[in-house]
């Protein structure tokens, strides 16, 4: 029996490699199935992680992202004048000390005559978007808290794309203002992304980012009176009240013109708009699986219903169906597997191949369903007539 089926396989194989041409555009069809369920599936899944980590953000009801009301000519005047550095603390620590701070902001140092834009968070800003890493470590407590001396390398993190160029263990110092060392310590996740306060619904990959704590540093950033620092914060608080402080204290010290505007409402929004690219993009590709499925099925069962007779012979000559159905199986599984390795290959998921697998599953029973439910309901020397 075990040879016999050996056999069998053998033949399908062989077949496949003797009729090549004749089975390509029914193999392309399949091939192309396969991998656009395994891309539908793996868009579907990125929207269910996309909507998991919105509403998880959403669970931070009471956060409010900072607008500065102040033109721009009058803030840099605020910045430079005499005293603002100390001004600028003052109004740090005192928001510090009344609501949650989520700190992100840009800076850009030179390596090699090159300008890479770093990233300075703080801790709560890392945590709020999950940020976790694929290598290496996040930053150690004091580094988080700016307790860095300027001998000592700053820790960075660089995203996934830029990983190979920058690897763990790299260092390299800033031609310009302070001469800081750097160091890489760790690599994000592929995909790892954050919220840029009150700009619509825009979403800042950080798969090329490179990542440093904040550190208030004047030599280095122009610490708290950094024009970055006020204009990029998310503040979390239960009281509107304290917010009020916070506008008023500004306003004291002779600085900024506050507003807030709840981040909640933003996440909403962009929630919203990326569910409906989602959507789309499902629908547009679940119309091409549709075309891709019904004409593979279509061109299968038109050369199924041509060998039919050449089948029947076999089964006269002793062949059983189990026979004739595995052969059509092996025929019809090289596209599907061929189409699976793709998926691996393409999309790098285990998801998506698995995803492709069983969508190849339910489109192998569909195409053997046909031939024999026919051998099973028709006589041979009915079959003869039929297909004669």
């Known amino acids: 029996m075990e040879l016999s089926k050996m056999t069998t396989i053998k033949y399908a194989l062989r077949e496949v490699r003797k009729h090549f041409g004749r089975y390509l555009p029914i193999y392309a069809q399949i091939i192309t199935s396969v991998l656009l ?7 579907f899944d990125q929207a269910r992680a996309f909507s998991a ?5 959403s669970e931070h009801k009471n956060m409010y992202a900072v607008v500065d009301k102040t033109d721009v000519p009058t803030i840099m005047n605020t910045l430079v004048a005499e005293g603002a550095e100390e001004k600028c603390k003052e109004l740090y620590e005192y928001t510090a000390k009344n609501v949650e701070m989520y700190i992100h902001m840009k800076d850009k140092v030179r390596w090699n005559g090159k300008d890479i834009e770093v990233l300075q968070i703080n801790k709560n800003f890392f945590d ?9 470590r996040i930053f150690y407590d004091s580094e988080w808290n700016g307790q860095i001396n300027e001998d000592e390398p700053i820790p960075v993190l660089v995203g996934s794309e830029v990983a190979e160029t920058y690897p763990i263990g790299t260092r390299f110092t800033n031609e ?7 160091e890489i310590v760790g690599v994000l996740d592929k995909d790892a992304f954050y919220l840029e306060p009150v700009v619509g619904n825009r979403i800042i990959s950080l798969d090329s980012a490179f990542i440093i704590p904040w550190i208030p540093r004047e030599s280095f950033n122009n610490g708290y009176r950094n024009v970055n620092l006020f204009h990029v914060l998310q503040l979390e608080t239960n009281s509107v009240e304290v917010l009020n402080d916070i506008s008023a204290k500004s306003k004291e010290l002779g600085l900024f013109d506050f507003d807030f505007v709840s981040f909640r409402e933003q996440i909403e929004v962009v929630n919203t708009y990326y569910q409906n ?4 993009d499902c629908a547009m590709l679940g119309a091409l699986l549709l075309y891709c499925v019904i004409g593979s099925i279509t061109m299968l ?5 041509t060998h039919m007779k050449q089948n029947s012979i076999y089964m006269l000559c002793g062949a059983t169906q189990y026979e004739i159905g595995l052969q059509m199986m092996i025929q ?3 596209p599907i597997l061929i189409g699976l ?8 998921t285990a998801f998506a191949v698995i995803a492709g697998g069983l969508f190849g599953i339910v489109l192998l029973g569909v195409i053997l369903f046909i031939p024999l439910l026919k051998w099973n309901r028709m006589e041979i020397s009915q079959i003869f007539k039929t297909y004669e």
């Open 37 to 43: 369920f395994a891309f539908i599936a793996v868009t």
């Open 53 to 57: 980590k919105m509403y998880e953000y």
């Open 128 to 136: 709020l978007y999950q940020i976790n890493l694929q290598q290496g």
């Open 176 to 182: 310009v203002s302070d001469k800081s060392l750097f």
């Open 277 to 280: 690219v989602y959507s789309r």
């Open 301 to 305: 069962l038109q050369y199924i219903n």
């Open 332 to 334: 019809i599984l090289v």
């Open 341 to 348: 390795m793709f998926s691996a290959i393409i999309f790098k």
